[in-house]
């Protein structure tokens, strides 16, 4: 979600009292609706297409780590071979350690 959606405030209470308006609100416009209670943020309402949306850019991004964590560990020489861990697999397989 691009920074320059500003997002919503509405009290606690409001989600009490107008709990409908409140999800049709985060619906209509995707952008979170955060609720306050004495002034402080203490919750967020998103759309469910918000949250999808946030979900998969956090599984892209955490790939990309892992991608490149794995490309530092081949430039360093770290790896294992291939037949070393294909071995090791068959031997699990067969219930052995």
Known sequence: MPRAQ???LRPLSDLMVHGA?????ARKTG???VLTQR??????VLS???FE???AAATRS????AVADAEHDIAARRFVE????????????????
Do not use: N, Y
């Open 39 to 44: 002034g402080r943020g203490v919750a967020v």
């Open 62 to 65: 955490a790939l990309r780590r």
């Open 53 to 55: 949306d946030l979900r």
């Open 6 to 8: 500003a997002k919503a």
């Open 82 to 97: 291939h037949a070393v861990v294909s071995k090791k697999l068959q031997r699990w397989a067969r219930g052995e350690s």
């Open 31 to 33: 952008r979170p609706v």
């Open 21 to 25: 308006e409140v999800v049709r609100q």
């Open 48 to 50: 469910l297409r918000t």
